[in-house]
């Protein structure tokens, strides 16, 4: 008996494709271990990794943006797991989950890696800065605007992963390893 597999299972983009599957937990995992490499830490959250970033938006522009927000949030999840700050739980959905899974969305910018990464980067700071403003400004800085505190804040460390992030991307761009893995 010759067993014959669907369309779903063949397709590079469904949960039901082994490979898919693979793929995230292989992703997710180089992920949480490139951030256990830390250049800088902040002192309420956040850091400046080795990239961590790298194999979010590498796999959404490899599987394209509901793969890679998926993985994105399931990494979210992990990190929490890992260096929990939590003191409410919408700010922990902001912070963690919703934060990494917009990463995901790079996968709309396939041919334009380096947007892809600008935009879902981008995206995870409007996240942090949501829950900074709210919950993190009035604890941390009651004297200054929740604005302003959580703009510098988030951006201090979000902008030199940014800068990492799209060199990388940019790099494996340029010399056609993305394109050969996409």
Request: hydrophobic residues 55%.
């Given at each position: ?28 995992a180089l992920a ?29 522009l490899r599987r ?7 993985t994105g949030a ?109």
């Amino acid at each position: 008996m010759k067993t014959t597999y669907t369309s779903e299972f063949k397709n590079p983009t469904s949960f039901r494709n082994p490979k898919v599957l693979a793929e995230i937990a292989i992703f997710t995992a180089l992920a949480t271990a490139l951030s256990t490499i830390v250049i800088y830490v902040m002192p309420q959250g956040g850091s400046i990794t080795l990239a961590s970033m790298v194999p979010i938006l590498w796999l959404s522009l490899r599987r394209g943006p509901l793969v890679g927000v998926v993985t994105g949030a399931i990494y979210g999840v992990v990190q929490f797991m890992l260096l929990p700050y939590a003191i409410d739980p919408i700010q922990v959905l902001l912070d963690y989950p919703l934060a990494f899974a917009v990463l995901g969305l790079a996968g709309f910018f396939q041919k334009w890696p380096v947007v892809g990464t600008a935009v879902g980067i981008g995206l995870r700071f409007v996240m942090h800065f949501l829950a900074g403003a709210i919950y993190w400004a009035p604890i941390y800085a009651p004297g200054i605007d929740p604005i302003i505190y959580s703009s510098v804040y988030n951006g201090s460390y979000l902008l030199p992963e940014l800068a990492v992030s799209g060199f990388i991307l940019f790099l494996l761009q340029k010399t056609k390893v993305l394109k050969a893995y996409l």
